[in-house]
């Protein structure tokens, strides 16, 4: 069964501080990897989009990391602001079987404080 | 980027009513919808698949008879939940696919007193 593992589940960090929160997946193969930001009580918002063959992508202060070899990728989120706050979620795409196989992660609860 | 939206946002219904859920693609056409449901500090799991001008395709576990979708036009599917219970009180998000990226709606919280 593909799985998507996500921590921490959550994380309390001060405003202007960086982070790294971590995915480990055992979807094999595997197509594509994203990250979401869900704030509370909406829809996900897509962050970044690595193919297998990638290592980082970035999106302002947001930046994926992806291992394949190890099955692990990380967002790193700089110089944090209060808007951070939400839910981060890793979605690992599978090689075959199309959106409807796609696995989510539970996600980590980012709180920035001032 | 694509804009997907959703209505209502919230909605609170008596157990026995049905609720429909309307699931939008603003800016672009979509012959394939997705509709999940998340409950607290759980993962989105995928309900059905939502297709223009044909049935639905849903995922085990999942009642069909329960969960009606209609696709009707390449711009809107709905999700009605007939007969609701407490136990579908929940977080129901839908999503649309445009150029091999996956937009989401923002969600409609359903409660069931």
């Known amino acids: 069964k593909n799985q998507v593992e996500q921590s921490p589940q959550s994380l309390i960090i001060l405003e202007g501080k960086n982070c790294t929160l971590q995915?480990?997946?055992?979807?094999?193969?595997?197509?594509?990897l994203r990250w979401y930001k869900q704030d509370t009580g909406r829809g996900p918002v897509s962050l970044t989009i690595?193919?297998?063959?990638?290592n980082t992508k970035s999106n302002g202060r947001y930046t994926a990391t992806l291992d394949a070899d190890t099955k692990q990728s990380s967002l790193h989120i700089t110089a944090s602001q209060l808007s951070d706050s939400a839910s981060y979620i890793c979605?690992?795409?599978?090689?075959?079987?199309?959106?409807?196989?796609?696995?989510f992660g539970i996600g980590t609860k980012l709180q920035v404080i001032p | 980027g694509a804009v997907v939206s959703q209505h209502p946002s919230w909605v609170i219904c008596k157990s026995g009513t049905s609720v429909k859920i309307e699931c939008r693609s603003l800016?672009?056409?979509?012959?394939?919808m997705f509709w999940y449901r998340q409950f607290p500090k759980q993962s989105l799991m995928l309900m059905a698949t939502?297709?223009?001008?044909?049935?639905?395709?849903?995922e085990q576990g999942v009642e069909k008879d329960k969960f009606l979708i209609n696709h009707a036009s390449l711009t809107l599917s709905t999700l009605t939940v007939t007969s609701a219970h407490p136990e579908d009180s929940s977080f129901y998000i839908c999503?649309?696919?445009?150029?091999?990226?996956?937009?989401f709606g923002p969600g409609t919280r359903l409660t069931v007193t």
């Open positions: 999503s649309a696919i445009l150029r091999d990226e996956q937009y």
């Open positions: 995915c480990n997946y055992t979807v094999s193969p595997f197509s594509n």
């Open positions: 690595m193919t297998f063959s990638e």
């Open positions: 979605v690992v795409s599978p090689f075959q079987g199309g959106y409807q196989k796609v696995t």
């Open positions: 800016d672009f056409q979509a012959t394939t």
């Open positions: 939502s297709n223009e001008g044909s049935k639905a395709t849903y």
